[in-house]
């Protein structure tokens, strides 16, 4: 593409009486000989925005490089349309707002992001976007109530779906339910469940396959583009293909035989909440103990059975107090002498479900009580002694029960199956098989524990990841539904544990990201959360040495490998997020937008000042997702901090190579920051593991820094959350300050 460069400087907003504008013409037009370069007051007004438009249309521009607000300022206004590169250079929140104005070194730094942002605008190309003919089905796997509902939803929108279940019909933990919590009304009357209406919907929808008593033999493929491989029980092996995914597998109870303490497995009238939902059900409502058969007329509820404890559910499973309210009402209704006592930790019920919380305050034979479990033992006449202390009578009392009721948490059907002991055994295992050349199957360290559910057919492995206690998420404030895998989405209390009405929201919400995901896949797009970028990562494979650091440190599987090991794209499961580009020693792969070389070229066009002026420089690589709006914010705010610096914004600081490191350093920079997002258990990181890439990445080149007779402190990694802003003056002047301490780069100059 033969390039026509236009400028466009804005004068409002303070730049005008920040800086010489004069001099900012001078760089683009002097230095990079632009044939267009034009001031205004407000670009971003009608007329500033049609003097661009008529650039275009008229002088036959084609690269824009609009010098005013932040990127994530006006973005429709600057949306130049197709056919027209346009590159953002933000002067007024990180350079107007957060500097003196008129000030030498102020001036210096808005030349020097004006320089940046030609010379990436020079070496982008417009993006060229893999498309081809997807198939819209949707797979839902999983019968139960949120599958059913998904299902539906999906058929509503006039989408075909496959709906797979293991068991024998639909219904999954509803069939089991004797009652469900109100969802409407005064929310203090139980309802009848809703499996029944459901089932016959789904059975009745012409847009709905239902492929009962069958599981997952294999998916392969990517979003759009996916071959599903159904087992049924008779050994007939179905293909389907697929668009996307929903992941409706539900819950499993959390194992009671740990819980001997609270006297499961002493006795066969302890139980749990899902057998006393099976005895109410099964018995028309009638609570008769498992033991003999007799009406159980003293029932006592154990809360948080095993949940908020660390030895054993670390998390609330929201749903367990409401359930043993509802059931202590089954008591009340199968016997009015029947009492309930229910002991809990602390009562949660959430919205609406307050007004039966407090139905069942009134109700003079249900006794609610905080309190801590002792001991649970034999009683008389074969009745339990449950000993409970801490109570709101402030004393130790003796509750006995012929029937006790532990109220389990929930676990996601993807929970590991094995304790951390055994995957490491396992783990183990399976590398000594793989060296032997004797494994069953492709060892997949990832999927070491798991329940196989979808067997996907991923070099990364063949189920969803997780994060913490199994539940399979993508990013857990931003990002509700997604997964690590693009075009699969989890619902229901797979993904949470949640009420049967939650989860019939939560399926109509993972359905729109499945219809998103199929929307935007079909225009070559990214989903999330780059949504809508068209670019696709480019191998130069004839340079490749099958490192496989890229499919490696993927944090979605978009790659898979050939027998050499040399790396498969699957385009549209990427992300864009560039991963794959800071990982390769090779520097082969890239983006129309974003590569190596233009984020070199823009290090290189740094006016780097001389050892005698004592101006350091100072380069920081930030995150676009947190680190870049909260340098924004800290302009808002007007914050201010040494002038030196120069941000550089990055699609995620995973995709940091480490050459840029080196052209830093050769070009005189003095000192290295990177800024990420957190990462950990509870991490924000949009893109799962780059943050923490980039943090193993570095510590490798401050060793080598070391061994150079370099400091090492100057390179600096920070992870930062997008509200934490009033630290960006902190990290730059630290930075400042020890470059003063271990003076400027000695390369400097050379």
């Known amino acids: 593409m033969e390039k026509k460069l236009g400028v466009y400087i804005c004068t409002g907003c303070e730049i005008g009486q920040s800086l010489n504008t004069e001099a900012l013409n001078k760089v683009a037009t002097s230095e990079f000989k632009a044939p267009i370069c034009r001031n205004h007051t407000a670009f971003c007004s009608d007329e500033g925005a049609q003097i661009i438009k008529d650039d275009i249309a008229?002088?036959?521009?084609?690269?824009?490089?609009?010098?005013?607000?932040?990127?994530?300022?006006?973005?429709?206004?600057?949306?130049?349309?197709?056919?027209?590169?346009?590159?953002?250079?933000?002067?007024?929140?990180?350079?107007?707002?957060?500097?003196?104005?008129?000030?030498?070194?102020?001036?210096?730094?808005?030349?020097?992001?004006?320089?940046?942002?030609?010379?990436?605008?020079?070496?982008?190309?417009?993006?060229?976007?893999?498309?081809?003919?997807?198939?819209?089905?949707?797979?839902?796997?999983?019968?139960?109530?949120?599958?059913?509902?998904?299902?539906?939803?999906?058929?509503?929108?006039?989408?075909?779906?496959?709906?797979?279940?293991?068991?024998?019909?639909?219904?999954?933990?509803?069939?089991?339910?004797?009652?469900?919590?109100?969802?409407?009304?005064?929310f203090d009357t139980l309802q009848d469940p809703e499996y029944a209406s459901l089932i016959q919907q789904v059975e009745s929808d012409k847009n709905i396959e239902v492929i009962i008593e069958?599981?997952?033999?294999?998916?392969?493929?990517?979003?759009?583009?996916?071959?599903?491989?159904?087992?049924?029980?008779?050994?007939?092996?179905?293909?389907?293909?697929i668009g996307a995914i929903v992941m409706a597998a539900g819950f499993r109870p959390y194992e009671a035989e740990k819980l001997g303490h609270l006297g499961y497995g002493t006795s066969p009238n302890v139980i749990t909440n899902v057998q006393m939902e099976e005895i109410a059900s099964g018995n028309k409502g009638k609570i008769l103990r498992p033991s003999d058969g007799k009406p159980a007329k003293n029932v006592v509820f154990i809360q948080c059975a095993g949940s908020r404890d660390p030895n054993h559910l670390p998390y609330c499973s929201s749903v367990c107090c409401m359930t043993s309210l509802k059931q202590a009402e089954y008591v009340r209704m199968s016997d009015p002498n029947a009492t309930a006592t229910i002991i809990y930790k602390d009562m949660r019920t959430p919205g609406q479900y307050e007004h039966y919380y407090k139905k069942a305050q009134s109700d003079e034979g249900i006794f609610l009580t905080k309190g801590e479990i002792v001991s649970v033992g034999s009683g008389p006449k074969g009745n339990l002694a449950i000993e409970v202390d801490n109570t709101l009578l402030g004393q130790k009392i003796m509750l006995e029960a012929d029937l006790l009721v532990l109220a389990i948490g929930m676990k996601p059907a993807t929970a590991l199956t094995m304790t951390p002991e055994e995957v490491t055994k396992g783990i183990q295992e399976g590398k000594k098989a793989q060296e032997a050349g004797k494994p069953e199957k492709p060892f997949r360290e990832d999927d070491v524990g798991k329940p196989e559910i979808l067997k996907l057919d991923y070099r990364r492995g063949g189920e969803l990841p997780h994060l913490m206690y199994g539940f399979p998420d993508s990013h857990y404030i931003c990002f509700p539904y997604e997964t690590q895998r693009t075009g699969i989405y989890a619902a229901g209390s797979v993904r949470a544990p949640l009420d049967t009405e939650a989860c019939q929201t939560d399926a109509a919400g993972a359905v729109l990201k499945a219809i998103q995901c199929l929307e935007l896949t079909s225009q070559g797009k990214a989903v999330h959360p780059r949504a809508g970028d068209q670019t696709f990562p480019e191998f130069f494979l004839q340079r490749c040495t099958q490192c496989k650091r890229c499919t490696e440190e993927c944090p979605f599987g978009t790659l898979d490998e050939d027998e050499k090991g040399t790396p498969k794209p699957n385009p549209y499961r990427c992300r864009r997020c560039g991963v794959c580009m800071g990982a390769c020693p090779e520097r082969i792969i890239s983006f129309k937008d974003y590569s190596v070389d233009i984020i070199s070229s823009m290090l290189k066009t740094i006016d780097v000042p001389e050892p005698d002026d004592e101006k350091p420089r100072i380069i920081c690589f930030i995150c676009e997702n947190d680190a870049y709006p909260a340098v924004d914010m800290a302009g808002l705010k007007r914050l201010q901090y040494n002038s030196s610096v120069r941000f550089i914004p990055l699609r995620c600081l995973g995709s940091t190579n480490l050459v840029w490191i080196a052209d830093s350093l050769s070009s005189g920079m003095d000192g290295i920051i990177l800024i990420g997002c957190k990462h950990g258990d509870d991490y924000q990181c949009h893109f799962i593991k780059g943050s923490e890439l980039a943090n193993s990445r570095l510590e490798k080149v401050q060793e080598t820094l070391n061994r150079l007779q370099l400091e090492s402190d100057r390179i600096q990694v920070h992870q930062l959350s997008i509200n934490e802003f009033d630290k960006i003056p902190e990290i730059v002047n630290a930075m400042v300050e020890t470059i003063d301490k271990v003076g400027l780069n000695p390369f400097k100059g050379f």
């Open 214 to 241: 069958a599981t997952m033999d294999n998916i392969a493929g990517q979003p759009g583009l996916y071959n599903a491989s159904i087992k049924k029980a008779n050994g007939e092996t179905l293909e389907r293909k």
């Open 58 to 186: 008229k002088e036959g521009v084609n690269t824009a490089v609009i010098v005013a607000c932040s990127s994530r300022a006006m973005v429709d206004v600057f949306d130049l349309g197709p056919g027209v590169i346009n590159e953002r250079v933000n002067i007024r929140e990180q350079v107007a707002w957060c500097q003196p104005p008129n000030d030498e070194d102020t001036q210096m730094m808005a030349e020097d992001y004006i320089r940046m942002g030609i010379a990436k605008a020079k070496k982008m190309e417009l993006a060229e976007p893999h498309i081809e003919p997807i198939d819209r089905t949707i797979l839902v796997v999983g019968g139960g109530i949120t599958g059913m509902k998904a299902a539906l939803e999906a058929s509503w929108t006039n989408h075909k779906v496959v709906l797979v279940e293991k068991s024998g019909q639909l219904g999954g933990f509803g069939r089991k339910m004797y009652k469900q919590f109100p969802k409407s009304g005064n």
